[in-house]
């Protein structure tokens, strides 16, 4: 038996998300009949990230275990051949037995797009949330600090979630400003506002909470303190609503 390890990029606007579901196409149903194809076999294909429908990958990583002898360069090469093109397979390693995507990995890193363009730009509305109006951006990111560190997020969890404990750690919490954007070689000059979030790991929707409740803040329905507080009381319905899925990001996985 072997474990196959893979790094994947994908663009999620297509589909419902990552984890198989009895209706929609996703990303996992997707990877797992190319597995098939390839190697006869009918392996469960197990990622870090759960990603939500239209949220998109740079890095997601998988694994799934086979008794097929292929080498890696054969398989890689095999399931980008059977695969969608906006789904990708741009690494491949063997791992021990006991390795998990998710069970194994230290941190998982998200960004987040705003676009604060009148008109977004038309290769933009698929990844970034088209806000038209001016946000308070120093209001924002001193909301921020205070979701930094070990918390109950109890405020922040997404209906459906089924996670034993709300407890979790965000390491880093960074906003940034930017005034254009390279895409395919061209400058496009359109202000964003980046949300990049480190964690050791996230509860449903979490991240799209903490960027509707940020962008509530950059609008002056609420202060910075009140974003502090809304942590202790542990209310979904005092924090912000949930941003679109797709101005989110996977970035990264971190073992």
Known sequence: ???????????????????????????????ED?????TGEKSRVTGAGRTDAGVHALQQVAAFKTLSHLSIDVLKQALNANLPEDIRVIDANEMPLNFHPRYSAKGKVY????????????????????????LNFNAMREAATYLIGEHDFK??????????????????????????LEFMTVRLDVPLIKIRVEGDSFLRHMIRNIVGTLVEVGRGKLTP?????????????????TAPAQGLFLEKIIY
């Open 1 to 31: 038996m072997r474990n196959i390890r893979l790094t994947l990029e994908y663009e999620g606007s297509n589909y419902s998300g990552w984890q198989v579901q009895k209706k929609g196409l996703t990303i996992q149903r997707i990877i």
């Open 34 to 38: 190319a597995v098939v194809r390839i």
């Open 111 to 134: 960004f987040y797009l705003i676009s604060q363009e009148r008109y977004c730009p038309v290769f933009l509305r698929r990844y970034s949330w088209q806000i038209p109006y001016a």
């Open 155 to 180: 405020s922040f969890q997404g209906s459906g979630c089924s996670s034993k404990t709300t407890v979790r750690k965000a390491i880093t919490i960074e906003l940034s400003e930017h005034s254009s």
């Open 225 to 241: 303190l009140r974003v502090k507080e809304i942590i202790g009381l542990r209310d979904r319905r005092l924090s912000g609503p």
